[in-house]
């Protein structure tokens, strides 16, 4: 492969809190130098560079945005420059980009030039979740978000949930924010009994919550403050 620019996938935290807690240093610099991006987002990409700290004013650093418009001409397009050379970020909204992200797409494309791609480590809700979750951390599957209709939202939780059985794998989804309090009570009334299910709350800030019971516990408990708070859940079904 010939010597080419870097694409660097930068992560970016999952809430508020300081940079120096979840992004290494070598990561926090490599974010800094850079003077164009491309993300999912711009404001919240800007945000994250305030926070950062950059080696140039915010208003001199190029930000693309990468929406559902885009397509892979555009996104070959902003990384043309790299096969001559020099460096280009890529950024989620949250998290480690391309980790259940559009900016796979992007990856995608530079693997497609020929073009260098550096992840940097930093913060993933799944990956942190699972760690403390206490659940199979060797067979797991993320779904991404389950739908929103409620019958259909149970279905499928039920179809997960015999293929943890199945398979001893942790089920690992999202959900909206506000939608969090809704899913939860799902989960609650869809799942056995002997199911263990872990809810993670804000993680990497100081409102994190992380706790793992038993469906039937959970049902006894007094509900978690969730409402348009970050969470994600994992569960796994008894065998």
């Known amino acids: 492969m010939k010597n080419t620019g870097t694409l660097h996938l930068i992560p970016v935290g999952l809430g508020a809190a300081p940079t120096e807690t ?40 190029t930000i693309h945005t990468l929406d559902a418009k885009v397509d892979a001409q555009q996104m070959r397009a902003w990384l043309q420059p790299l096969a001559e050379g020099g460096e280009i970020g890529l950024v989620s909204e949250a998290g480690c ?23 940097w480590v930093g913060p993933s809700s799944i990956l942190l ?4 979750s206490g659940l199979d ?18 279905r499928q939780l039920k179809a997960w949930e015999q293929s943890s059985r199945k398979f001893g794998q942790t089920q690992i989804l999202i959900e909206t924010p506000y939608r969090n309090d809704a899913m939860l009570a ?15 709350r804000s993680l990497t800030t100081p409102e994190q ?24 859940f994992l569960f796994q079904a008894a065998r």
């Open 129 to 132: 979740g699972l760690m403390a």
């Open 186 to 200: 799902t989960l609650k009334q869809t799942l056995q009994p002997g199911t263990r299910l872990c809810v993670a």
């Open 22 to 61: 979840w992004l290494p240093t070598a990561a926090r610099e490599a974010a800094g130098r850079l003077h164009t991006y491309i993300a999912e987002n711009a404001k919240t990409a800007r945000a994250f560079l305030k926070l950062a700290g950059t080696q140039r004013p915010l208003q001199e650093i």
């Open 137 to 154: 951390g060797q067979r797991f599957a993320f779904h991404g978000y389950a739908p929103i209709d409620p019958a259909e939202r149970a």
């Open 209 to 232: 919550w992380i706790q793992t019971h038993p469906i039937s516990r959970w049902k006894s408990m007094d509900a978690p403050d969730l409402a348009r708070k970050p969470a994600i």
């Open 97 to 119: 980009p391309a980790v259940a992200d559009p900016g796979a797409r992007v990856v995608a494309v530079a693997h497609d030039m020929g073009i260098r791609v550096m992840p």
